[in-house]
């Protein structure tokens, strides 16, 4: 089954609200939220990129292009990071859960991307295999 990537605009806008949250969420608090999810991120009223989030702290990311990324995740001072298959340097997010969902940004500095959730769509990613239609 073809997974579809539009997520409607309103959707976007309302994720882009500003989250109400009480503070990074660790590590546990993150895994108990994620573990078992697909979660499209957004950005700047966007699609950005979907994540899926499987026991044992590993994912797999996707910029909605069907090219996926196997990683694993783990907690850094108070940042949630990962590192994929493709690069070894870790990408670090402080994450915050508001009545929205979740807001991630980039290394924890306010200058930085920040993404926000747009929806947990409940099924799997759709990965092409390499050099698929070649």
Known sequence: MRMRYLIPLSLLSLA???????????????????????????????????????DGRRVIWSFLDGECKEGVWYEQDGQICFVYEDRGDPQCWTFLQGPGGLTARFNNDPEATELYEAEDIGEEMLCYGPDVGV
């Open 16 to 54: 882009a609200a500003p989250a109400l949250a009480e503070g990074p969420m660790s590590a546990e608090a993150f895994d108990a939220y994620t573990r078992g999810k697909t979660l499209f991120y957004g950005f700047d009223g966007t699609a950005y990129g979907v994540e899926r989030y499987m």
